[in-house]
């Protein structure tokens, strides 16, 4: 009996001592685990991914994995990676041949890249064999035409001007089918409705159309945000963002496409005509933005 006293006493002590390091493990898991994450949160929103996105991608993360490769700061970079594209849609790159494409309008504030964009996508698409022409609808600003005639005859491809919308849909009328017609038009601030109202015209001009917003994404968020909103009174397909060369903060352009849920086509990421255009990705942008965590 004493030697049954004893062993009760040691499985006492042992037990005893498992439930302390229980404890010490659940107390280690407590510290590091919301520290991880709160660094990928602050990772994100340093970017200037927002807020609520950032916080809705480390609670996925959270769930997604494991206790044990929470504390790994490689998994979690690309568990919150792979959660921010999920939130992302993107267009792929234009299809020439697509029944909604036939006219294809660049539009958005003043200088962020619009006509030098337009002449990256004519000129690929020219590149590609595919019939394309260019018209512009910018009478407005003082060598606007030439800018983009010069485009067009280094490109070998026709370019005309639509000073009205009704010029507008006789240029569709003549192009021949299949092929794209991509529209260059005027920058408008975001604050003149009766600048956008006219657009807007232009935009009605072309029934198959495809209509990406043009923003520099060295913008600031909350300006991007403001200027989507004004030119959504446009029915949007896309935004396409400019001058990823100029920052490298990548999170507004995804919190925008996330909180809007319209798709991104393009990035450009310099002045170089043809090159400096990428098909949006969603995989990739996302990699940029948590390239920061874990340096
Ligand atoms: N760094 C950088 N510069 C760019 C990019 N895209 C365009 N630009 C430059 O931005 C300036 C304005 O480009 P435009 O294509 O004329 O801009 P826009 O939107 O047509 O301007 P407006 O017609 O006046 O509204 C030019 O100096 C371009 O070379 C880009 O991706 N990166
Ligand atoms: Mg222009």
Same mark, same amino acid.
């Given at each position: 009996?004493?030697?049954? =006293?004893?062993?009760?006493? #040691?499985? &006492?002590?042992?037990?005893?001592?498992?439930?302390?390091?229980?404890? &010490?493990? $659940?107390?280690?898991?407590?510290?590091?685990?919301?520290?991880?994450?709160?660094?990928?949160?602050?990772?994100?929103?340093r970017q200037d991914v927002s807020v609520d996105l950032a916080t809705e991608v480390v609670r996925a993360v959270r769930r997604d994995l494991s206790d044990h490769a929470l504390v790994d700061p490689i998994a979690v970079r690309d568990a919150a990676a792979s959660r921010l594209a999920r939130r992302l849609s993107v267009t792929g790159p234009l299809r020439p041949y697509a029944d909604a494409s036939r006219v294809v309008f660049l539009i958005g504030p003043t200088g962020v890249g619009k006509t030098t964009t337009l002449a990256k996508l004519a000129a690929n698409l020219a590149i590609q064999q595919h019939r394309v022409s260019l018209v512009t609808a910018d009478t407005f600003r003082i060598a606007a035409i030439p800018q983009l005639q010069t485009y067009a005859e280094i490109l070998g491809i026709p370019m005309e001007v639509a000073y009205t919308p009704a010029d507008l849909t006789q240029i569709i009328a003549r192009r021949p089918e299949p092929g794209l017609i991509l529209v260059d038009t005027?920058?408008?601030?975001? *604050?003149? #409705?009766?600048?956008? #109202?006219?657009? &807007?015209?232009?935009?009605?001009?072309?029934?198959?159309? =495809?209509? *990406?917003?043009?923003?520099?994404?060295? =913008?600031?968020?909350?300006?991007?945000?403001e200027t989507a909103q004004r030119f959504g009174r446009i029915e949007?397909?896309?935004?396409?963002?400019?001058?990823?060369?100029?920052?490298?903060? *990548?999170?507004?352009?995804?919190?925008?496409?996330?909180?809007?849920?319209?798709?991104?086509? *393009?990035?450009?990421?310099?002045?170089?005509?043809?090159? $400096?255009?990428?098909?949006?990705?969603?995989?990739?942008?996302a990699a940029r933005i948590l390239a920061s965590f874990v340096a």
């Open positions: 009996s004493e030697l049954l =006293t004893s062993v009760s006493r #040691d499985i &006492a002590r042992l037990s005893a001592q498992v439930q302390q390091l229980v404890g &010490a493990s $659940d107390r280690a898991a407590l510290v590091v685990e919301p520290e991880l994450l709160a660094r990928c949160q602050q990772a994100l929103v005027p920058g408008r601030s975001q *604050y003149q #409705d009766a600048q956008i #109202d006219e657009l &807007a015209e232009f935009v009605a001009a072309a029934p198959r159309r =495809t209509v *990406y917003l043009t923003l520099s994404a060295a =913008t600031r968020p909350d300006e991007l945000a949007l397909d896309g935004l396409l963002f400019t001058k990823l060369d100029e920052t490298r903060r *990548y999170g507004a352009v995804a919190s925008l496409a996330a909180e809007l849920g319209k798709p991104v086509s *393009y990035f450009t990421t310099g002045q170089n005509v043809p090159s $400096d255009i990428e098909v949006a990705d969603a995989g990739q942008l």
